[in-house]
């Protein structure tokens, strides 16, 4: 069963530090997506990367955020200044081009602001 | 604010018995939906999906979809302790569009 890899698995910063979490997609994928959750609370949409370029972001991805596909395999979320309330997993999730196929989501991230 | 809601639960059934769980969602626009099952402390797993009113089924899974009262259920059949989880409900509008998920029911199956 293919797997979407994320790294780190746990991570702890530093209020106002940068953070970059890194996701590997199933290989033939083509669409990209960060979300977050929150301990106790739903998932939420970040962003949406599709052909290199972000095709949708939520309100909660502000300027302190950026994505990108550096490399053609890796896909990334910075956080430039991080703040307490960044304090969640962040999940990357990927998806085929046809049909209607769900979103493979990877293991994710624990992300602590202390 | 497009909203997906669920009860959060936790719904406990014994073990053998059909599990339901069920949810609405506010956006018409929304057209396929999506069942996640989320272990404590792991990222959520696909369960199936449904875009067409009626039934689909998968094994001890029934998803149920009704576009007109913007309803979509999950059904467990023979529930397992291993079933237990909280089962995240998602709707999207188009393909490669973002998932907006519900905040998940809690099931519990006593064995």
């Known amino acids: 069963e293919p797997e979407v890899t994320q790294t780190p698995s746990h991570q702890v910063t530093q209020m106002g530090q940068e953070v970059i979490l890194r996701c590997v997609p199933i290989?033939?994928?083509?669409?990209f997506y960060w979300y977050r959750q929150i301990l106790g609370q739903k998932v939420e949409f970040l962003v949406s990367f599709y052909n290199n370029e972000i095709s949708e972001k939520s309100e909660i991805f502000d300027d302190q955020f950026s994505v990108e596909r550096p490399d053609g395999s890796n896909f990334t979320l910075k956080i430039r200044s991080t703040k307490l309330e960044d304090s969640a997993m962040y999940f990357c999730?990927?998806?085929?081009?046809?049909?209607?196929?769900?979103?493979?989501f990877g293991s994710g991230t624990r992300l602590t602001v202390v | 604010q497009k909203e997906v809601e669920q009860n959060s639960g936790p719904l406990s059934v014994p073990e053998g018995a059909i599990a339901s769980l069920n949810c609405t969602y506010s956006d018409r626009g929304s057209q396929s939906f999506f069942w996640y099952r989320q272990y404590s402390g792991k990222s959520p797993e696909l369960i199936m999906f449904i875009y067409s009113n009626g039934d689909k089924e998968d094994g001890r899974f029934t998803a149920q979809l009704n576009k007109a009262s913007q309803y979509v259920s999950l059904l467990i059949r023979d529930s397992q302790p291993s079933d237990s989880a909280t089962y995240l409900c998602?709707?999207?509008?188009?393909?490669?569009?973002?998932?907006?998920f519900g905040q998940g029911t809690e099931l519990s199956v006593k064995p």
């Open positions: 998602a709707a999207r509008r188009n393909q490669g569009g973002k998932l907006i």
């Open positions: 290989s033939n994928h083509l669409y």
């Open positions: 999730a990927t998806r085929g081009e046809t049909g209607v196929a769900g979103y493979t």
